[in-house]
């Protein structure tokens, strides 16, 4: 999910009262809920569970159990070097575990909920996992936790925050039944498919519809999902497209240089548009998440490679 959602889940967080169990829990409730994220300084080293975003900060060692300790000994010792206002909370350094390690447990649970999937069980496991409950950026739920804030600091009760958490939780519920149903629809209905891995991405502001995408023997399709239309079924469904992974030039390529090799280690659905002369070739790699008419957003690495003439 974006900053702001995170952000606004720690601001919520605190306007149940939370912030008031220490000094700096505001802080320390916005700031932990945002912390995983601070892999994407980490692109450099040479570690690929840490380079790689979404990887080893986002999974339930790093993220949820490692990480938020230090950003609550942080904090502690900021406030011991700074005098604390008349009517500010004590500081109190197990009361800032406990509100880290709640927010930075928001994060990886919000970023599940979308088609970008996180590796919570990084290092141990490359494996990603998701549900398909939010888009990247839901109006929605930002509706919702913003109302809760604003209501609760309008009328000085932790209530409405609660409320709108609750809210918050039940509206992802409910959409990850509709992206549940989404899956199966290719293989209930026409088409009729077997796939190997499918993605429905909810759509932003008619949050109910979904953009699917699913992978079969190499062939990837798109289609659309809309309970209200049919609850069992696809709306509307493409042709199978080639995703050329199993062509021996896109293999080549992808082992030709770090950048396709990083891009692939995070993809989950692979495709490879190859052009060339016979000479030259280029190898363009994308994500069928983010390819085609349905998901009109653009992720890919693209490798050219000459054969010699000597």
């Known amino acids: 999910m974006d900053n702001f959602t995170h952000s606004l889940v720690g601001w919520a967080l605190a306007e149940t009262g939370l ?7 505001t802080a320390a409730l916005v700031l932990a809920a945002n912390l995983p994220d601070i892999d994407v300084v980490f692109g450099w080293v040479p570690w690929p569970p840490l380079a790689m975003h979404r990887g080893f900060t986002h999974g339930l060692l790093g993220g949820v159990l490692l990480l938020p300790p230090l950003l ?42 979308n088609i970008y999937a996180v590796q919570l069980l990084s290092p141990f496991s490359e494996r990603w996992f998701h549900t398909d409950g ?23 009760s932790g209530t409405p925050a609660m409320a709108a958490l609750a809210s918050g939780a039940v509206f992802i519920a409910l959409n990850v039944c509709i992206s549940a149903l989404a899956w199966q629809a290719p293989e209930v209905d026409a088409p009729y498919a077997n796939p190997d891995r499918v993605f429905a991405s909810p759509q932003p ?9 699913w992978r079969q023997s190499g062939m990837i399709t798109f289609g659309v999902y809309d309970p209200l239309k049919r609850l069992t079924g696809l709306t509307e469904y493409g042709k199978p497209i080639a995703d050329n992974m ?11 240089a770090p950048q396709p090799r990083k891009f692939l280690a995070w993809s989950q659905m692979p495709m490879a548009r190859i052009d060339g002369d016979g000479r030259c070739t ?23 490679h000459c054969k010699s003439q000597f």
């Open 246 to 256: 199993a062509d021996p030039r896109a293999f080549a390529a992808a082992q030709s």
């Open 205 to 213: 502001l008619a949050f109910w519809r979904r953009d699917v995408v």
């Open 282 to 304: 280029m190898v363009t790699f994308g994500d069928a998440r983010f390819t085609g008419s349905v998901l009109s957003r653009n992720f890919s690495v693209g490798v050219s």
């Open 134 to 156: 939010l888009f990247i950026i839901s109006p929605w739920l930002l509706a919702i936790l913003g109302l809760g804030i604003w209501t609760a600091r309008r009328q000085g």
């Open 19 to 25: 912030k008031r169990r220490t000094r700096f829990g």
């Open 72 to 113: 609550a000994l942080a904090l502690w010792l900021w406030g011991k070097r700074r005098p604390a206002p008349a009517d500010a909370p004590q500081l109190h350094l197990g009361w800032l575990f406990a509100l880290t390690w709640i927010a930075a447990l928001t994060h990886p649970l919000l970023d599940l909920q």
